[in-house]
């Protein structure tokens, strides 16, 4: 039981971090995405939208060549801050955000793409500085529409299991999910840990989903 | 020189091309510029705002140099502290009146709180009749006391001039009567230079101390309408 708990609460923490790095990354590709006129601006769209339709034990497999011991990134990554990422909870936090990424930057993307320019003018003619705008108009304004990406980013994150697997492996209160404690349990035919983790996984999910309706008011804010 | 404005701008959408060409120079604090749609009556407020950049030219207003061409000064619209209202007012509908008319005072980052006090602010709430829905929202406002927000919003950092584009034309006519004759008043007390443009001759009447017909562009009759204009009222 207490195994259930401690899996419960990694899940939440991988999740949460993925959301957090998600919510900052996604903001910002979404409004440079929207907003700057770059060549390959396509190009990035596209290699950034690909976790949503790649199988994520292939994105796994590129995280383990990227992030191992053996490629440059990880040889530096260990050499110079003795950071590993493999078979670790952050190296789960990075699975999960990636295969999640998708679903916060492409609705920020279209809502910032959604935002009305004029207000940008009439906050510059009143002398605001382009950063104050960012926070004080655009964000504001594109905020419902984002906020609902990441609400769904929180779940997927919180549901990963083939990219977090090929990363992180199932180590036992280091790196086994919740996810991946349900088909532990399974393959292992202990059917009543396995019906305990699906009904906590179940109620972790309608909580979300009812966050999600309390986080996102209906409050009129149309002109 | 109130105004010295001569400025060029073109702009190509496909094939077609817009050539602006608007000189003016005049003492007038009650400029008002009459035109069709599509004339370029808002392309040279928004050079004035800063919010485009002519080609080439200059803007002067009050003496203050905002944009100059050849010696390459092209001041930020943040800068220019002119005060602009936009046609449909542009009212950040994630504020509250409070916070739509204190924005400009605010700087930094953080929009102002919902309840935040300033002696400015609760000034022009007062003089526009707007401290009792302070609270609500632009969506929750009537046209006339939506432009009133605007217009308490643009004073509210005493600018150097007001710039009021069509500021009548999405009021209903009885309205627009009431809110032409309040501005009308406004605008003499505070002794505030503004140019209005606009399609609509009764505002020429009301405001024009000098009107300028803009055609396609370029700017076709000077200080001599003033006349006119201003006998006909």
Known sequence: MDAAWTALLLSLKVAGWATVINLVLGIAVGYALARLRFPGRDLLDTLLTLPMVMPPTVL?????????????LGAWLYDNFGINMIFTWQGAVIAAAIVAFPLVFKPARAAFEAGDGQL????????????????????????????????????????????????AGSIPGKTQTLSIAVYEAVQAGQDGVANTLVLITSAVCIVVLLAAGRLAPGRIVNR | MQFDIDIRKTLRSGQRSFHLNAQLRSDSSRIVIIGPSGSGKSLTLKAVAGLIEPDSGHIRVGGNTLFDARSGIDLAAQARNVAYLFQDYALFPHLNVRQNVGFGLARGWFNPRNSASHAAVDYWLD?????AVAHQFPCELSGGQRQRVALARALVSRPQALLLDEPFAALDPALRVIMRSELDALQRRLQVPMILITHDPEDARVFGDQVLQLREGAIEIGAVALETAALAA
């Open chain 1, 60 to 72: 796994g497999y590129y995280l383990l060549v990227l992030m191992g011991r053996r490629s440059w």
């Open chain 1, 120 to 167: 940008e003018q009439a906050a510059r003619v009143l002398g605001i500085g382009e950063i104050g705008i960012f926070f004080r108009v655009t964000l504001p304004l594109a905020w419902r529409g984002i906020l609902a990406g990441v609400l769904l980013a929180f779940a997927r994150a919180l549901g990963e299991f083939g990219a977090t697997l090929m990363v």
């Open chain 2, 127 to 131: 003089a526009f009749h707007l401290a």
